[in-house]
């Protein structure tokens, strides 16, 4: 039986203070619970007060963002074997502002994927479409070539240690959120794309998280629907009552 996988993005949100007065609230509300997973990706700069903070206690916390390179001159990057050395567990690859704001390619998300992997990182691989490209009609065509090219890669070892987020771009930080049919219909052609890819069993055990303004009010619906097997949470995972509402259900 797959995971249910429930990730906060904290953006470029909370320092290192904000961080452990964050947990503090929010651990004394939080049990883990069997086949559930509870991942916190935080700015680079909380990640020791994160670890820290959560030591034990059943939540996992990653790097919003690793270079390609295990090291080198690339200025205000984030190593992936640092990252690990840390302790993090988890990294995000392919995120719609990394691919937007920063021009990370599909050929780029690809290498971190790998470099990530290597290093001992779970990756979670970030695909999804832009409104012209869903009102054109594109959405799956554009979904299959990030995953194609972003798992190129990966050997059957690997798959394991994967997890993908659909994130329809239109619908993160705007306060639309797709309805359960849409989120549901797309999370269905992925895992079909992976059975194709990878095979039946890899399909079956793979979570595949839906990220797009996602909130306490409206996640229950969305979480009801089939293929649907997590959330990757945005604003409402800033505030520890608020996320405890994901992780309480």
């Given at each position: ?114 470099l990530a992997l290597e290093c001992g990182l779970k990756p ?113 995972s800033l505030e520890a009552d608020s996320f405890l509402k994901?992780?309480?259900?």
């Amino acid at each position: 039986m797959r995971q249910f996988v429930l990730a906060a993005n904290w953006k470029m949100n909370k320092t290192p203070v904000e961080t452990a007065a964050f947990f503090q609230t929010f651990l004394s509300g939080f049990s883990p619970s069997p086949g559930r997973q509870t991942v916190f990706f935080v700015p680079a700069l909380d990640i020791t007060t994160a670890i820290g903070a959560t030591n034990g206690r059943g939540v996992g916390i990653g790097t919003q963002n690793i270079h390609f390179e295990k090291k080198g001159a690339f200025t205000g990057e984030n190593s992936a074997e640092a990252a690990k050395a840390a302790g993090c567990e988890w990294t995000l690859v392919g995120h719609s502002e990394r691919r937007s704001l920063f021009g990370e390619t599909d050929l780029i998300t690809a290498k971190k994927m790998k470099l990530a992997l290597e290093c001992g990182l779970k990756p979670m691989l970030c695909v999804g479409e832009s409104l012209d490209e869903r009102t054109a009609g594109e959405t799956m065509k554009v979904v299959e070539r990030q995953l194609t090219v972003g798992l190129e890669a990966m050997t059957a070892a690997d798959w394991a240690s994967v997890t993908i987020a659909y994130e329809p771009v239109w619908a993160i930080g705007t306060g639309k959120v797709a309805t359960p049919e849409q989120a549901s219909e797309v999370h269905t052609a992925i895992r079909a794309w992976l059975e194709r890819r990878a095979g039946a069993e890899v399909a079956a055990a793979m979570p595949i998280l839906y990220g797009g303004s996602a909130k306490p009010e409206n996640f229950r619906e969305i979480a009801s629907q089939k293929n649907i097997d997590g959330f990757l949470v945005g604003g409402a995972s800033l505030e520890a009552d608020s996320f405890l509402k994901f992780c309480a259900w």
